[in-house]
C-alpha cells in the first residue's frame, strides 16, 4: 500500500521529476471463437530522479484495467511469486505492480544497484537460454516482451570495472519463481496432461515455494570483456529453477501432482561479432541438474534428473537498408540416459524478418519459431505504425499449429489478432 501512495504521490509531483507516463489500450480477439480473448487499458509511469551526484532513483510503476478477459480469469493466488513481488488488486478487475524500485550509486571503479530491478544475461531473441537470472510472466506465453513479462526481482547487483573487462556480482534474496497461467487460463500448460486416461482424477497439491530469503538465496556472477573484436561474456549463477518439477504419485483417489523447486548450477557464456552486413551471435549454458519429466515409477515420482547443456546460434544480416533477417537455432541435450518423456535432443528454430517503409514511421514484422522434433509453431504476423511522434498503433496476429500434446500446438485454438494503441507523455 505504501508503493501505492507513493505512486500517486510522484504522479502529482511530476513537474519535478523526469517522468515519462504511458498509456496503452490493446485488444485480442479469438480466431476460432470470433470471442474477445483479453482486452485492457494500461498506464506505466516511469520516474527518475537524481538525490546526489553520484545517487539516482529508478522507479516503473504499471497499472492495468482489464475488460472481457481469459488470460487470468479472476484473482489469482500468485503462489510463485514472493510477497514483496506480488501484483496487487484493489478491485476485482484493477491491477498494480510496481516494476522496479532501485537506487543506482556510481563510485570511480564501480557501481551499486540495489532494489526492484530486472538483469539481462544473454542475447538470443524469442527464446530464452542464458537470460535466468528474472522469472517470467507466463499469462501470455512468450507473446509479450521480454521487459513486460520479466518479473523484477529485489537483489543487490555490483559491478566493478575492471582493466580487462567489468565484472557483475548479484545477490537475490528474492524467491519468486516464473508464474504460469492457472487451469482455466488462456494459455494454461496443458500438454503435460493430455495423455493421462480421462478416467484418473488429478488433483494438484499447492506450490512448494522456497522462501528463506538467506538459505534460498540466488548467487550469480557475470564477467564481460571485449576482445579481437568479440563481445564476450562469462556467466554463473547458482539459483532455483523457475520451473516447478511436478513430482507425482498414485493412491486411491487418483493421481496427485505436486509441484516443487530444486537448485541448479549455472554456467554458461555468449560470444558475438561483427563481419560486414552479418552479425553472429553464440551462447551456451550447462545446467547441473535438469529435473525431466519422465515414465512413472515408484522410484522417481515421474522425475529424472540430468544434466544438460544447451547452446544458441544466431546469424542476423542487414545488408540491405531498411531490412533485417535473423536465424536462431537452439538445441537442449540431455546427457543423461533415461526414459525421459522428451527427446535427449530438442531443437528449436527462429526466423525473424523485418522491413521497414515510410520513413521508419511504419514496420512490418514477421516471426516464427519452430519446434524441429515435433513440427509443432507459433507464427506472428506484426505491423506498427507511427502516427504521431508519442502515437504508435500496432496490428499483430498469432497462429500456433501442432497436436494438444506438444509445446506449441497445446495452443492451436488460442490464436489471435489483436491491436494496441501506444500514447506517450
Known amino acids: 500500500m505504501r508503493w501505492m501512495l507513493f505512486a500517486a504521490l510522484s504522479w502529482l509531483c511530476s513537474p519535478l521529476l523526469a517522468m515519462d507516463k504511458t498509456v496503452i489500450i490493446e485488444m485480442a480477439q479469438s480466431w476460432h471463437q470470433g470471442s474477445s480473448q483479453s482486452s485492457r487499458l494500461t498506464a506505466r509511469m516511469d520516474l527518475s530522479t537524481a538525490l546526489a551526484d553520484n545517487i539516482r532513483l529508478t522507479s516503473k510503476i504499471r497499472g492495468q484495467i482489464f475488460g472481457p478477459d481469459e488470460l487470468e480469469p479472476g484473482e489469482p493466488d500468485q503462489q510463485a511469486v514472493s510477497p514483496a513481488s506480488k501484483r496487487r488488486y484493489p478491485g476485482s478487475d484493477v491491477e498494480l505492480e510496481l516494476r522496479q524500485f532501485y537506487i543506482d550509486v556510481g563510485f570511480k571503479r564501480s557501481s551499486l544497484r540495489i532494489g526492484k530491478q530486472q538483469v539481462v544475461w544473454g542475447q538470443a531473441d524469442g527464446l530464452k537460454l542464458l537470460d535466468l537470472v528474472n522469472p517470467q510472466d507466463f499469462r501470455q506465453f512468450i507473446l509479450a516482451e521480454f521487459n ?24 537475490v534474496p528474492d524467491t519468486s519463481m516464473h508464474n504460469l497461467a492457472e487451469s482455466g487460463a488462456l494459455f494454461a500448460f496443458t500438454a503435460p496432461f493430455v495423455n493421462i486416461s480421462t478416467d484418473i482424477q488429478i488433483h494438484f497439491e499447492g506450490i512448494d515455494r522456497p522462501d528463506n530469503v538467506i538459505k534460498d538465496s540466488d548467487f550469480g556472477l557475470r564477467f564481460s570483456m571485449f576482445a579481437h573484436n568479440w563481445d564476450l561474456t562469462f556467466n554463473y549463477l547458482y539459483h532455483y529453477d523457475d520451473f516447478p518439477v511436478l513430482r507425482q504419485s498414485i493412491n486411491a483417489t487418483g493421481l496427485r501432482i505436486r509441484p516443487e523447486y530444486e537448485r541448479t548450477h549455472s554456467l554458461g557464456a555468449s560470444a558475438s561479432n561483427a563481419f560486414g552486413s552479418f552479425i553472429f551471435r553464440s551462447e551456451i549454458v550447462v545446467n547441473s541438474h535438469k529435473y525431466q519429466s519422465s515414465v512413472l515409477t515408484a522410484q522417481n515420482k515421474g522425475v529424472d534428473d540430468t544434466p ?12 540491405i537498408s531498411k531490412l533485417f533477417f535473423s536465424l536462431q537455432i537452439f538445441q537442449s541435450h540431455l546427457l543423461a540416459d533415461k526414459d525421459f518423456n522428451r527427446d535427449r535432443v530438442d531443437s528449436n528454430l527462429t526466423l525473424l524478418a523485418r522491413r521497414q517503409f515510410m520513413n521508419e514511421r511504419l514496420r512490418v514484422e514477421f516471426l516464427i519459431i519452430a519446434h524441429l522434433n515435433d513440427g509443432d509453431k507459433l507464427i506472428r504476423l506484426k505491423s506498427e505504425f507511427e502516427m504521431l511522434s508519442n502515437t504508435v498503433i500496432s496490428v499483430y496476429g498469432d497462429y500456433f499449429s501442432g497436436s494438444s500434446d506438444e509445446l506449441f500446438g497445446q495452443f492451436r485454438h488460442r490464436n489471435q489478432v ?8
Request: no cysteine; hydrophobic share 55%; aromatic share 14%.
Open 148 to 171: 513486460e513479462s520479466r518479473i523484477p526481482l529485489w537483489m543487490i547487483n555490483v559491478e566493478l570495472f575492471l582493466p580487462n573487462g567489468d565484472l557483475q556480482l548479484l545477490w
Open 308 to 319: 544438460e547443456v544447451a547452446y544458441m546460434v544466431g546469424l542476423d544480416w542487414q545488408g
Open 418 to 425: 489483436g491491436v494496441k494503441l501506444l500514447l506517450a507523455f
